[in-house]
C-alpha cells in the first residue's frame, strides 16, 4: 500500500526565513510526485510534479527536490502570502490513483 | 486556463436526504475524481471515472454513488445522507496521455449533515 508522511505539520516562520517541508513516500512503482498549495476553505492548487530521482522543479520562491524516499519543498525568502497548506501526493504505476499526505501548515509571520 | 467548477460551495441537508454534488470540467480531460477531506485524515478518494459511464471504486465508496453520463461532468450521489459524511468534497480532473499527469481541482463543496 502506497503511503505519503509530510512533516512537519505545522511551521511558523518570520517573512524572510527559509525552510524546507519534508514529504517521505512508500510507493511500489514512483510514477510521480505531485505538490500541491491549499488555501483555507479552497480546493489544492497545483505546483509542480517530479517523475525521478534528482529531479528539481522551482516557481518563485518555492523549489521543489525528488530521492528515491522523500521529496522537500524549499522555500526560500517567504512572503506572507505563502502562508497555506502544502500537499504532497504520489502516484503509482498501474492506476489512476494519487496517495495524499495530510499537508504542512505553513505560516510567514510578518 | 484549466477551470473544474462545483455547484455548491456550501450545502446544508438532512439525515436522510439524497444529496448531488455536480462537478464540471472545461478541459476534455478523461479522468474525474471526487474526493472527500476531512481534518487530519487528508484527501480520500471516494470514486473516480476514466471514460463517460466508466467509474471506479476509490478507498471509501460506502455510502456513495456517481454518475458520468457526459465526458465533462462528474456528479457525486448520497442516498441518504448520514452525519458522518460532513466534509469538504473535492472534484478533479486529469489528462489521459503517455507518462503522468497532475490533478486539477474545483473549489470545493463543504457538506453539512444535520
Known amino acids: 500500500e502506497d503511503q505519503v508522511t509530510q512533516s512537519p505539520e505545522a511551521l511558523r516562520l518570520q517573512e524572510g526565513e527559509s525552510s524546507s517541508l519534508n514529504c517521505s513516500y512508500t510507493?511500489?512503482?514512483?510514477?510521480?510526485l505531485f505538490w500541491y498549495r491549499q488555501d483555507p476553505g479552497k480546493g489544492p492548487e497545483f505546483l509542480f510534479t517530479?517523475?525521478?530521482a534528482g529531479e528539481e522543479k522551482e516557481k518563485e520562491r518555492l523549489k521543489a527536490t525528488l530521492t528515491k524516499k522523500e521529496s522537500f519543498l524549499h522555500i526560500t525568502a517567504p512572503k506572507p502570502e505563502d502562508s497555506a497548506t502544502y500537499l504532497c501526493a504520489v502516484g503509482n504505476f498501474g492506476n489512476e490513483k494519487l496517495t495524499f499526505g495530510t499537508g504542512t501548515r505553513l505560516t510567514i509571520i510578518p | 486556463d484549466v477551470k473544474v467548477t462545483q455547484s455548491s460551495r456550501y450545502l446544508v441537508k438532512r439525515t436522510g436526504e439524497k444529496v448531488f454534488l455536480e462537478c464540471v470540467q472545461d478541459m476534455d480531460h478523461e479522468n474525474m475524481f471526487w474526493y472527500r477531506q476531512d481534518p487530519g485524515l487528508g484527501l480520500r478518494l471516494i470514486y473516480f471515472?476514466?471514460?463517460?459511464?466508466?467509474?471506479e471504486k476509490g478507498d471509501i465508496p460506502e455510502g456513495y454513488s456517481v454518475s458520468r453520463e457526459k465526458k465533462e461532468r462528474f456528479s457525486l450521489i448520497l442516498e441518504s445522507a448520514s452525519t458522518n459524511q460532513t466534509s469538504m468534497y473535492l472534484c478533479a480532473s486529469s489528462l489521459e496521455r503517455e507518462g503522468w499527469v497532475e490533478q486539477y481541482f474545483g473549489p470545493g463543496t463543504r457538506l453539512t449533515v444535520t
Open positions: 517530479l517523475y525521478s
Open positions: 471515472s476514466y471514460d463517460v459511464k466508466m467509474k
Open positions: 510507493v511500489s512503482g514512483l510514477r510521480g
